[in-house]
């Protein structure tokens, strides 16, 4: 039997996709599937953290028009036939990420097309509109099925949930662990026992894989 093959396309820009991603790969390793990862590279980021409020305003109002970030050519490796492709990244205003939205722009149909695609989405909590566009999305590249999303929000309460976020865009998150704050937000992010839950995800795909002849 031959090993399967998962090609993963990431952006991260806080590291929260890339935590799951790490978990999520370790799983479907363990299952003995071979993962080859391609991070995509905006030429220019924006910088972490905003400097002002008025630049993550500005960059609030861009994502939710679905400003594009220019990225780094792809590695040739992306290329080929795969048994899953899994497009991963943060959900910005509603949307997939700037440097996702490239991707798909202009390299979504040669390494999507006609392929078996999972979204992977890290957000603070709606990830629905970003789901149902990047399936557009991948359908229009030609993809040939897009499955149900695997998706992690953080899981905290509102509004401090929000409000964590803000002051983490920011870098002005509370330091002082036993806060007041930091009671109600122990931390920005996913938490520990998502990590359980990404490697486990990744092992439910590898078994999956592993039980289907061909693709
Ligand atoms: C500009 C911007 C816009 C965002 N908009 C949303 C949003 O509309 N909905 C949401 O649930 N999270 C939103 N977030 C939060 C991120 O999706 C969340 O923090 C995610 O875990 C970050 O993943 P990353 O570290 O891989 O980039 C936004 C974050 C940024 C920076």
Redesign the pocket.
């Known amino acids: 039997m031959h090993k399967k093959r998962v090609l993963i396309v990431f952006?991260?820009?806080?590291?929260?996709?890339?935590l799951m991603l790490n978990k999520f790969i370790e799983g479907l390793e363990c299952e003995g599937v071979e993962v080859t990862v391609q991070r995509l590279v905006p030429v220019s980021p924006?910088e972490f953290p905003f400097k002002s409020y008025a630049g993550?305003i500005k960059?609030?109002v861009e994502?939710f028009f679905q400003k594009r970030f220019e990225i780094e050519v792809l590695d040739e490796k992306c290329y080929g036939n795969w048994d899953r492709v899994i497009i991963a990244?943060?959900?910005?205003?509603?949307n997939p990420?700037g440097p996702v939205i490239e991707f798909l722009d202009r390299f979504g149909r040669d390494v999507c097309g006609d392929q078996h695609v999972i979204p992977f989405i890290?957000?603070?909590?709606?990830?629905r509109v970003h789901n149902w566009g990047l399936g557009r999305r991948l359908k229009r590249c030609g993809a040939a099925v897009v499955e149900d999303p695997i998706v992690?929000?953080?899981l905290i309460h509102e509004p401090w949930r929000t409000i964590g976020?803000i002051l983490q865009?920011r870098g002005k998150m509370v330091r002082k662990e036993n806060s007041w704050f930091r009671k109600k937000y122990p931390g920005?992010?996913?938490n520990r026992e998502q990590n359980n839950i990404a490697l486990e995800e990744g092992h439910k795909l590898g078994k999956k894989l592993n039980a289907q002849v061909g693709r």
Do not use: E, N, V
């Open positions: 952006y991260s820009f806080t590291r929260q996709t890339k924006y993550l960059a609030t994502t990244g943060p959900t910005w205003s509603y990420s890290s957000c603070r909590a709606y990830w992690f929000t953080h976020l865009m920005y992010g996913h």
